[in-house]
């Protein structure tokens, strides 16, 4: 295939089939080119949408696993100590060891699907070098 530039001629004064014929030669080397490269681009955008799904699944898993299982602050209730006007009592042990297991249990969770989330971009890396090749 000549992929130089075709020799444009004057009109009416040769054949214009050839000069058709290496124009749309071009065209479709061109348009195979693109089709190739727009593949590849829907490829990488479905794998990544898939990542993002995964990972978006497992930090919404994670949240709503901690809401179930931890306690949540009713603010009707602080809205109503502060109306009552009541002398406050020292709090015991019981809420500041609430608040330490909270965090001990979300920290734990947060760090368990941070390992769950490297563990498929590990797993599914190889996979993607063995593509592209």
Do not use: C
């Not at 290496?22 to 065209?27: A, C, P, T, W």
């Not at 209730?77 to 979300?106: F, M, N, T, Y």
């Amino acid at each position: 295939m000549n992929l130089r530039a075709p020799k444009i001629s004057p009109p009416f004064t040769s054949s214009t089939e050839e000069e058709k014929d290496v124009l749309n030669e071009r065209l479709n080397l061109y348009k195979d080119k693109l089709d190739d490269q727009w593949s590849g681009i829907k490829h990488d955008l479905s794998e990544y949408g898939k990542r993002a799904a995964i990972i978006g699944g497992v930090v919404l898993g994670v949240y709503g696993l901690l809401n179930l299982i931890l306690p949540e602050a009713d603010e009707e209730e602080e809205l109503h100590v502060v109306e009552d006007r009541r002398p406050v009592k020292k709090a015991g042990i019981g809420i500041p060891l609430a608040g330490a297991i909270q965090s001990i249990l979300w920290t734990v969770a947060m760090s368990w699907a941070k390992e769950k989330v490297r563990d498929f971009v590990v797993a599914d890396k190889p996979a993607n070098i063995e593509s592209e090749e």
